[in-house]
């Protein structure tokens, strides 16, 4: 069965800090993506960063890193250098491939609170 | 370039009405999926269609739920006989492949459903 855990309901981090949000994902496919999603008090989903099963580097697009650890199954967001703007709802996801069709499946996220 | 247009972004529903929530894909996207934020919550999946076809209905309630993805418009998720659980965001997402781990899903704004 696909799972996606995010522990961390709620994050606070002070404005410049890094500050990382956790995913541990469960799979017995060998091929899956793993993504990254912001959602700001406005409701749109954006995409920040994907990270693939076979990828040898952690994943990095500008100040967003991905500490990628398979035999754990984990993919943590790391954000650095935080902004005001970086205050809202973290969703760690997953696409996995089956017979003929991928599923994207999502964690139930991680508010991320900026503070100044 | 259009992204993933959904509309309304917003629909008051009485109990006992129906909602129609439409969703038209990226250009050249021929997989949709629904799926459903409760407050506080993640995305829950409901449901995978390619151009008139239901892939995969896992995440779908059994009753009063029904989604269609003509050949020709966009793509509806119908929900009869609303009720106040029904009140949540329901996202479309969209992909040009069915089968590629490293595609991210393109999302709609979001329709915000209230029912009174």
């Known amino acids: 069965a696909q799972k996606i855990t995010q522990t961390q309901p709620g994050m606070f981090v002070q404005e410049k800090e890094a500050v990382t949000l956790d995913c541990t994902y469960d799979t017995s496919d060998p091929s899956y993506g793993l993504f990254w999603y912001k959602q700001p008090s406005s409701g749109e989903m954006i995409f920040l960063i994907y990270?693939?099963?076979?990828?040898?580097q952690n994943a990095t697009e500008g100040r967003y890193s991905l500490n990628f650890q398979k035999a754990r199954k984990s993919a943590n967001l790391v954000i650095s250098a935080s902004q005001l703007g970086d205050s809202a709802m973290y969703f760690c996801?997953?696409?996995?491939?089956?017979?003929?069709?991928?599923?994207?499946?999502f964690g139930p996220g991680t508010s991320l609170s900026v503070i100044p | 370039n259009a992204g993933v247009m959904q509309n309304p972004r917003h629909l008051v529903r009485r109990r006992g009405q129906e909602a129609r929530l439409r969703c038209s894909p990226m250009k050249g996207h021929s997989h949709v999926y629904w799926y459903r934020q409760l407050p506080e919550e993640g995305l829950k999946f409901m449901v995978y269609?390619?151009?008139?076809?239901?892939?995969?209905e896992s995440g779908m309630p059994k009753e009063r739920f029904s989604a269609e993805f003509p050949k020709e418009g966009p793509s509806i998720l119908r929900i009869q006989q609303v009720v106040r659980g029904d009140s949540a965001a329901y996202f479309c997402?969209?992909?040009?492949?069915?089968?590629?781990?490293?595609?991210?899903?393109?999302f709609g704004s979001g329709t915000q459903l209230s029912v009174l």
């Open positions: 269609l390619q151009k008139e076809n239901i892939i995969d």
């Open positions: 996801a997953m696409r996995e491939g089956s017979a003929s069709y991928d599923k994207v499946i």
């Open positions: 997402a969209s992909s040009p492949t069915a089968r590629a781990t490293n595609e991210k899903l393109f």
């Open positions: 990270q693939g099963s076979y990828d040898q």
